[in-house]
């Protein structure tokens, strides 16, 4: 799917503690260029918090994050700003500004990095980021409040796509989709994926999801990634919450869902 060796993401001996909560104790993890990383495990486990330490919102206790193969931590200001330039952020629903149009949303960013870029050129690029989304061109003018969750969904994405990243962090992105939506949404994100060469971190509970776009998949539990690998590979695994969630009801179901979509076309039932 075309995946290099070369990691893009390197976590090493993480640890977040929260008053007395340890969330991540030692927690190692590898993101190789190129690739959709599904990220899962069970509520409290530390999903988001793994993906806002390593884009710097959290500061860890202890531990390397490395990303492009730089350490994020102990930065320039230029070395620093220029490392999130390279990387765009999905947060849940959205997370638009509620008083900006999304136009203005998308070019929050731009702003923020090119701030001579003129006003026609913004909403060039702001229209062409809203359709590439799949969005049409005069969702522009509308405000986050005015659109459905999955078009408020489409519109954060264009805006974590506004600089052109190299690496994309989607943080649930089809929570609170009907199926429809959501199978529309993977099928977007495998599509800029492949188009844009993208690398994409993202965190779901969406088993239809992870098998349908996710090259591998990391399962984070008792502190830490207790095993990466394709889903098969998890699924040789006797680990108990691993077994629970992919071989149960709806993991079985999901499964099911893409054995029949990868039938050849007139194949016998």
Same mark, same amino acid.
């Given at each position: 799917? =075309?995946?290099?060796?070369?990691?893009?993401?390197?976590?090493?001996?993480?640890?977040? +503690?929260?008053?007395?909560?340890?969330?991540?104790? !030692?927690?190692?993890?590898?993101?190789?260029?190129?690739?959709?990383?599904?990220?899962?495990?069970?509520?409290?486990? &530390? @999903?988001?918090?793994?993906?806002?330490?390593?884009?710097?919102?959290?500061?860890?206790?202890? !531990?390397?994050?490395? %990303?492009? =193969?730089?350490?994020?931590?102990?930065?320039?200001?230029?070395?620093?700003?220029?490392?999130? &330039?390279?990387?765009?952020?999905?947060? #849940?629903?959205?997370?638009?500004?509620?008083?900006?149009?999304?136009?203005?949303?998308?070019?929050?960013?731009?702003?923020?990095? *090119?701030?001579?870029?003129?006003?026609?050129?913004?909403?060039?690029?702001?229209?062409?980021?809203?359709?590439?989304?799949?969005?049409?061109?005069?969702?522009?003018?509308?405000?986050?409040?005015?659109?459905? =969750? /999955?078009?408020?969904?489409?519109?954060?994405?264009?805006?974590?796509?506004?600089?052109?990243?190299?690496?994309?962090?989607?943080?649930?992105?089809?929570? !609170?989709?009907?199926?429809?939506?959501?199978?529309?949404?993977?099928?977007?994100?495998?599509?800029?994926?492949?188009?844009?060469?993208?690398?994409?971190?993202?965190?779901?509970?969406?088993?239809?999801?992870?098998?349908?776009?996710?090259?591998?998949?990391?399962?984070?539990?008792?502190? @830490?990634?207790?095993? %990466?690998?394709?889903?098969?590979?998890?699924?040789?695994?006797?680990?108990?919450?691993? #077994?629970? *969630?992919?071989?149960?009801? +709806? !993991?079985?179901?999901?499964?099911?869902?893409?054995?029949?979509?990868?039938?050849?076309? /007139?194949?016998?039932?």
């Amino acid at each position: 799917m =075309g995946v290099s060796g070369e990691p893009i993401i390197r976590v090493r001996g993480l640890t977040n +503690r929260f008053g007395g909560q340890t969330v991540h104790d !030692g927690l190692d993890l590898d993101m190789t260029r190129g690739e959709i990383l599904g990220v899962v495990g069970g509520s409290g486990t &530390g @999903k988001s918090v793994l993906m806002r330490s390593i884009i710097g919102l959290q500061t860890p206790e202890q !531990g390397l994050v490395e %990303v492009f =193969g730089e350490p994020t931590q102990g930065l320039r200001e230029a070395d620093e700003r220029a490392m999130r &330039g390279r990387w765009g952020v999905l947060f #849940q629903d959205g997370a638009l500004f509620s008083t900006l149009t999304v136009a203005e949303n998308i070019q929050v960013p731009i702003r923020e990095y *090119y701030p001579r870029v003129d006003r026609t050129l913004l909403d060039e690029i702001a229209t062409y980021k809203l359709v590439t989304t799949g969005l049409p061109a005069d969702a522009s003018v509308k405000y986050p409040s005015e659109l459905s =969750g /999955g078009m408020r969904k489409r519109a954060g994405l264009a805006r974590a796509l506004s600089l052109d990243p190299e690496l994309l962090f989607l943080d649930e992105p089809t929570a !609170g989709l009907d199926p429809i939506g959501a199978s529309a949404f993977d099928e977007l994100t495998r599509g800029l994926k492949e188009t844009l060469g993208l690398s994409v971190f993202l965190i779901t509970h969406d088993l239809d999801t992870l098998y349908a776009i996710c090259d591998r998949v990391a399962v984070l539990a008792d502190g @830490k990634v207790v095993a %990466v690998g394709t889903i098969p590979e998890l699924l040789a695994l006797d680990h108990p919450w691993i #077994q629970s *969630y992919f071989n149960g009801p +709806r !993991g079985r179901a999901a499964a099911g869902t893409r054995e029949s979509l990868d039938e050849p076309a /007139g194949a016998e039932a």
